[in-house]
Structures are given as structure tokens and as C-alpha cells.
């Protein structure tokens, strides 16, 4: 397993553009987890699912954005009708569920969002 | 509300010494988790250093190790001999909550850029 795979590493997008972005996991991992992150800041949570099911969303998380696992593994974040201000840094991460011994995050490389 | 504050925006360090990285937090669970990361400028999320909320040994990885301090609510970082390779950024983040079907977002500071002196 190579880890937490994102793809777009970049996406440039016009304004009012949708963007999707993918987001593979570790196979073994159950829970995945998205962030945004803004230059010069920290990560801010938006959402996770356990399996397929989404446990949390931010209020971060617009009705223009919305996320899916469908089955469970891979994980969609699109963004609709995109605005300037929807540019940053999208992580991906995933762990195990807490409670596992081995609990713990992996991220991925991102995804760099330009809104032109 | 759940809350971590890192009050140093930068920090400059000479080559193999020690630097120590401050992180407060803020939480009303008792069961938490305290992660140190770091960010080069490639963007990744790399992984240093946990501590349990109910660990009474401070964590120690290699260089690095964790000043937990619960009554203060604080987890600073401590890098020693720091390596020019360390230049980064350094967050520090919060989970709370235990059990299968709880919590498990991580709450991150505004991260503290370390630069390293040759």
C-alpha cells in the first residue's frame, strides 16, 4: 500500500466552474477525513465518513460542497458553482476507527485548488 | 469548544541545537489526544509525535518529544539537535473523544514555521 492517494495534485478552475476531487485511502483504513487549508493557515476540518456513511460535516461545508464514499473506499469532495474564495489546499486523510490500537492518521499530498 | 492555540507564527533555530515549540489546547473531554505534525513546503502532512491524554509518561520519537503538562493544558514540542531538514512548518492538533463510533476529527493550530541556521 502506498499510502493516501489525491488526485489533482493542482486544479486551476474558472469561477462558477465545478471541481471534483478524489481521495484513495489506505485499504485497510475505514475512516477517511477531509480538510481544507488556506495559505499560512492550519487545516480545517470539513467532513469525515466512516465507511460509506458521513458521520460529520462542518459548517465549513457549504451546500455547494458535498462528499461521498460510495462503497466505502475511495472518496468524492466536489465543489459547485466555485468562487474565488474556495482556493486552498484539500487533504485527505484516513485511520482506523478510535479504539484501534493502531489508531492513527495518514494524510495525502493534497489537492491545490486555484479559483482564477 | 475545542481549541488549539500556537502563539509563535515563526521561529528561527541555529543548526543542532534545541528548539521548543509551544502548543496550549482547550477541551471539556477528559480523553483527548495531542499530535504534533509537520508540513514542508511540498505540502504533505507528516506525523512526529502522540500523546495520550492519559499517559503519564511524556512521548518521545527519536529528536523528538512532547513537554505534556495537563494541568497548564499545554504540549510543547521539543526538536533537539535540529537538522537543516527540520525547516518547516510544525502543527500541532487535538482529537477528542474515545470508542469506536466517537469523535476522531483533529482540531489543528495555526502552526508555527521553524527555520533552521546553518
Known amino acids: 500500500d502506498t499510502g493516501v492517494s489525491q488526485d489533482p495534485r493542482h486544479k486551476i478552475t474558472k469561477r462558477g466552474q465545478n471541481v471534483t476531487f478524489r481521495c484513495d485511502p489506505i485499504s485497510e483504513h475505514n475512516r477517511l477525513y477531509w480538510y481544507r487549508q488556506t495559505l499560512g493557515q492550519g487545516p480545517e476540518f470539513l467532513t469525515y465518513f466512516q465507511n460509506e456513511a458521513q458521520l460529520e460535516k462542518s459548517r465549513l461545508l457549504s451546500d455547494r460542497f458535498s462528499a461521498e464514499r460510495p462503497k466505502g473506499s475511495f472518496s468524492t469532495l466536489e465543489i459547485q458553482r466555485t468562487e474565488q474564495g474556495d482556493s486552498a489546499m484539500y487533504l485527505c486523510a484516513s485511520s482506523l476507527a478510535l479504539g484501534h490500537p493502531n489508531y492513527g492518521y495518514t494524510f495525502g499530498s493534497g489537492t491545490r485548488l486555484t479559483v482564477v | ?118
Open chain 2, 1 to 118: 469548544a475545542q481549541k488549539i492555540t500556537q502563539t509563535q507564527p515563526g521561529m528561527f533555530v541555529q543548526e543542532k541545537e534545541a528548539v521548543t515549540l509551544d502548543c496550549t489546547y482547550d477541551t471539556s473531554d477528559q480523553s483527548y489526544g495531542l499530535f504534533w505534525y509537520k508540513q514542508p513546503s511540498s505540502g504533505e502532512m507528516i506525523f512526529l509525535i502522540y500523546q495520550g491524554s492519559y499517559d503519564e509518561q511524556n512521548a518521545t520519537e527519536g529528536r523528538y518529544s512532547l513537554n505534556f503538562q495537563k494541568a497548564r493544558k499545554s504540549a510543547n514540542l521539543v526538536i533537539s539537535a535540529s537538522q537543516l531538514g527540520d525547516s518547516a512548518m510544525y502543527f500541532c492538533a487535538m482529537r477528542e473523544g474515545r470508542g469506536y463510533n466517537q469523535g476522531g476529527k483533529l482540531i489543528f493550530g495555526q502552526g508555527t514555521e521553524l527555520s533552521v541556521k546553518p
